[in-house]
């Protein structure tokens, strides 16, 4: 990604955006449920419990959003934004257990034991308006998705995929998930209707598992990557390195060392070689300006901390490894 944005968004943005999906999705979820038991649909039901999932997975990201925010404190000194990670992991695990297993099963129990088929008259009416709430949802995500990509300047895949803010990438991908999986309850209840069989409402049931087993697997690896600690991208590391060294008395960084905490937050560690003839005064005026110099390039930057290290040239002529 190219340079972070500016953090004039904060997240306001995120929360209204998983807002609109927990409360359609709740609703969804009761009308998709009871369209279900009357038409005795499998994928109807394989439906309910994808919002039912979705549902959860929404109080999550809530729940991420509101304590990662949390100001940093004496027994957290690098403030709560990997938390945000750790609820939308759960979230991710509330999608496989909530929504995969149960359509898989729903799936296999239809194909296996069959199922009478009642009246779809209700399911395809539900569907139609879980559809419209669904677009809605999917709409208040992809307009914050498409937003922030145009502040990072990349491709709205790009910024998709690699996006730190996974709370907006878990509504974007589970509302597009959810559109597709009505449309596959919708085939399953038709290709019923027309011939029949409840084979169809079973293979609708067993897609709507799989594709709910490819989100949550998708989600749960990115928010895996950001628990285990992922830099910030290339052409910015390159960057921060370019200001350090503007910074006069800094002759080179030896080694620089950055880690997204969250999605507007991100901490800057480099070992910095300064000019041998720099006094500690002017060392220490130095890393008061380079900070400064990081913070107003890069917003997202909160936490700065700088090693005096000797040079290369310095660390041999001491006897000393040259690498430090």
Known sequence: MAEPARDDTGGGESTFTVLVAAFANLGIAVAKAVAGVISGSSAMLSEAAHSVADTVTEVLLLASLKRSGRPADEDHPLGHGPERYIWALLAAVATFVGGAVFSLYDGVHTLTHGEEPGDPLVAYLVLAVAFLLEGYSLRT??????????????????????????????????????????LLAAGGLLGGQLTGSGVWDGVASLCIGALLLYVAWVLGRSNAEFLIGRPLPRSVRERIRAELVAVEHIEAVLELTTLLQGPREALVAAKVDFRDVATAAQIEWASERAEQRLREAFPMIRRVYLDPTPGFAQRRSEGLNPWP
């Open 141 to 182: 995500g992809l307009r914050q998705a498409r937003g922030e990509a145009r502040r990072y300047r990349v491709s709205f895949g790009r910024y998709l995929r690699r996006t730190p803010d996974t709370a907006v990438k878990a509504v974007v991908m589970e509302d597009s998930a959810a559109l597709a999986g009505l």
